[in-house]
Structure formats: structure tokens, C-alpha cells
Nanobody, 119 residues
Framework: QVQLVESGGGLVQAGDSLRLSCVAS????????TGWFRQAPGKEREFVAT????????LYSDSVKGRFTISRDNAKNTVYLQMNSLKPEDTAVYYC????????????WGQGTQVTVSS
């Protein structure tokens, strides 16, 4: 059974960069669409970015477009989120999730990693 584990979060200053990793404990099939989501305190979870199984297609929320890049290395069972030009409003717990059983439904989630951006 596949499990997802995020890492790479931390405390940074505005304008800095971080790279988050999402590692699958089992084999991360190249058919699994994988996304990054985030949840700030007192707010609902929101979509950040998604990438298809082959890594050839990615989509981003308007709030991160041009600053964040999602990528994947299926040989390493890992999906990345490169975050540049970080802003205080990017502060949140970041989760990766995969569509395992049903297209369109993220049904496997990691435990999350905290990103804090100070001004």
C-alpha cells in the first residue's frame, strides 16, 4: 500500500525559496496524478498545483503561478514543489495527495509539512 510523506518545510523569510518533497513509500505509479494543497490557520484547504502521472502536464492556482513549480521523478517515487519568491501569505501546512483509485478524486494524503514565511 502506498503512503505519502512530505518533507522540506520550514521557517523562511519573504523572498526566500523552499523545495518540498513528497515521497511514496510504495511504488508511485506513473499513472497517479499528484497534487499539492495547503491549509492556513482558520482557512479551508486550497489547491496549489497538480501534475499528471508522466509529469508532462501541470496546473497551478493563480496565487502561486509563476512562483511555484511542481515536478516529479517517478524513478524516485517523488513529487516536488519548488517554491520561489515566498510571501507571508504562503504560510500554511502543505499536503501532497494522489488520485489512486478514482480519476478526479484525491484519495491518498500525506501528513503535511509546515511552511512559515516571515515578513
Amino acid at each position: 500500500q502506498v503512503q505519502l510523506v512530505e518533507s522540506g518545510g520550514g521557517l523562511v523569510q519573504a523572498g526566500d525559496s523552499l523545495r518540498l518533497s513528497c515521497v511514496a513509500s510504495g511504488r508511485m505509479s506513473s499513472t497517479y496524478r499528484t497534487g499539492w494543497f495547503r491549509q492556513a490557520p482558520g482557512k479551508e484547504r486550497e489547491f496549489v498545483a497538480t501534475i499528471n502521472g508522466s509529469g508532462g502536464s501541470a496546473l497551478y492556482s493563480d496565487s502561486v503561478k509563476g512562483r511555484f513549480t511542481i515536478s516529479r521523478d517517478n524513478a524516485k517515487n517523488t513529487v516536488y514543489l519548488q517554491m520561489n519568491s515566498l510571501k507571508p501569505e504562503d504560510t500554511a501546512v502543505y499536503y501532497c495527495a494522489a488520485q489512486i483509485t478514482l480519476p478526479g478524486k484525491y484519495d491518498l494524503w500525506g501528513q503535511g509539512t509546515q511552511v512559515t514565511v516571515s515578513s
